[in-house]
């Protein structure tokens, strides 16, 4: 009962308190990010500078468990180098899956609040919007990101009005 206070705790505070909740000046990567299935839509933009990710934040709306895991996301990659990051939501992705060791869920910190994520299907997708748009992003791919299939969307750019980007 412990441990679903704790993740209440975390994911409430992240949901409510979103520190990465923000448009990002000066972003060189941006990528929608979309879950149909329940509406989150997410805008990630990162400021990669010589392979490390100097800031990040996201704009958009979703549900809570969408938001609160995209911004603990981000507190865990920004600083960390594209590889680093690639790694972290290789690893979050099997986590989701029941597939890593206890030494990688320590690596994964707040974020292994979502572990069990898996035991409710229909928020497996919310859980990973973030990671999968951030992954897709730093593997180059220009299209927007959902859960459902690749692709359905378009890239943005900070130029462009997000109130009304569909």
């Known amino acids: ?3 679903k206070i704790f993740y209440n ?3 409430t505070d992240h ?4 520190g990465n909740k923000h448009d990002i000046p000066g972003a060189n990567m941006v990528l929608e990010g979309v879950n149909p299935s329940c509406g989150d839509d997410i805008i990630l933009k990162l400021r990669v500078k010589d392979g490390v990710i100097e ?6 709306d979703g549900c809570a468990i969408s938001q609160a895991s995209a911004d603990i996301m981000l507190d865990l990659i920004i600083g960390k180098t594209e590889q680093e990051a690639r790694h972290l939501a290789e690893l979050f992705l099997r986590m989701i899956k029941g597939k890593v060791t206890d030494e990688e869920m320590e690596e994964l910190e707040e974020a292994g609040v ?3 994520i898996s035991h409710m299907p229909a928020r497996v ?3 990973v919007l973030g990671w999968h748009t951030m ?5 180059g791919e220009s299209e927007a990101v959902t859960t459902e299939e690749k692709g359905g969307g378009r890239e943005h750019d900070q130029s462009e009005d997000t ?3 569909r």
Request: with cysteine; proline share 3%; charged share 25%.
């Open 1 to 3: 009962m412990a441990n």
């Open 9 to 11: 705790e975390i994911l």
């Open 15 to 18: 949901n409510l308190h979103p």
């Open 55 to 60: 800031d990040g934040g996201f704009i958009g």
């Open 114 to 116: 979502l572990k069990d």
């Open 125 to 127: 997708k919310c859980a």
């Open 135 to 139: 992954e897709e992003m730093l593997n």
């Open 163 to 165: 109130s009304s980007h």
